[in-house]
């Protein structure tokens, strides 16, 4: 089923694509995996389709396209971390939602960051997802200062089918990729990503964080999501591993249990004495016989009464009660 696509406007004036799935409360937004995917593309890739359905099934997801891809605006070529606040901004204010949680991926995390350490009577939980703190370390990663340059070269069809494999397990979404952005907006976005950097705000944060690390996007590398776990007090590391056909599951599992989904904790067994009472009426079926169903019931139900006070001006509790009238 094709989503529902919405429209909101920011503070700048930028229309910016979004789409809701399933109900629920806290919500969750998403952010954009970045500029290459929209909406719409997503949908057309099965495993990613069932990530978005998991993500749903017990609460209302928000995603939407940032500035300059998918379905949004692209009139503009600034992509500072403010402005990409103003993408998310303008979504959950149209929606009036007072509180949610927010999933932020890869480069959308240090403004996620940001707005979350801005409005913490909002972000209820943070989950950053392959993300980084500084854009200095995703850009010392040799694998993506090669696709870089790949794209600087001119060389945007290939560049487009390798990062579809690098992305999505495929090359064949490349053409799809193309339609999300152009050549100039997305190395715009790419340039602006390398001066990123909210080293500095981690230790605001005081919103519960998880930080997910999904071993088959080989984008940011473990080492720079232990760094971002250390740095933000009480955050949460979990590694994923497998490819893009299993991971999703067990990422929709990982967050929904951080999220409060998972087995509620067994109740701890209570301390001290227990008293296990019995009480049976004597000769009960010879009263039965001779006082009726009815009125023998109203009796037993009114000794029933009496232990429970008694027990109670104890200082007692009743757990339990079983009878078999």
Not at 155 to 180: K, N
Not at 239 to 264: Q, S
């Amino acid at each position: 089923m094709e989503p529902r696509i919405q429209y909101a406007k920011t503070a700048d004036g930028v229309s910016i694509a979004f789409t809701t799935l399933g109900r629920g409360n806290p919500p969750l937004v998403v952010t954009p995996f970045n500029p290459l995917f929209n909406l719409q593309l997503v949908q057309q890739i099965p495993w990613w389709r069932r990530w978005n359905e998991r993500l749903a099934e017990k609460r209302m997801v928000v995603r939407y396209d940032a500035r300059g891809s998918g379905l949004s605006d692209r009139n503009f070529t600034t992509f500072e971390p403010d402005d990409l606040s103003q993408d998310l901004a303008a979504v959950v204010d149209h929606l009036r939602l007072e509180k949610f949680s927010l999933l932020a991926r890869v480069h959308l995390g240090p403004p996620a960051v940001a707005y979350a350490i801005a409005h913490p009577e909002r972000v209820s939980r943070l989950v950053l997802w392959n993300s980084y703190a500084g854009g200095a370390d995703y850009w010392a990663v040799p694998q993506n200062r090669a696709y870089q340059a790949m794209r600087q070269a001119g060389e945007w069809q290939i560049y487009t089918e390798a990062v579809s494999r690098l992305f999505l397990g495929t090359p064949e979404l490349g053409a799809l990729i193309r339609e999300s952005t152009t050549p100039e907006l997305y190395g715009a976005f790419l340039d602006a990503t390398a001066g990123f950097d909210v080293n500095h705000l981690l230790p605001k944060v005081r919103c519960p964080t998880l930080v997910l690390h999904m071993s088959a996007v080989a984008l940011t590398t473990l080492d720079i999501s232990r760094a971002l776990a250390s740095h933000i007090s009480g955050a949460r590391l979990v590694v994923v591993e497998g490819g893009f056909e299993g991971a999703p599951d067990a990422m929709a599992e990982a967050i929904g249990e951080f999220l409060g989904e998972g087995e509620p904790a067994a109740a701890p067994l209570p301390s001290g004495t227990a008293v296990i009472l019995f009480a049976d009426i004597v000769d009960s079926t010879a009263l039965t016989e001779r006082m009726g169903d009815a009125d023998f019931r109203d009796k037993a139900r009114g000794l029933d009464g009496a232990l429970r006070a008694i027990i109670r001006d104890a200082g007692l509790t009743v757990e339990e009660f079983l009878e078999s009238l």
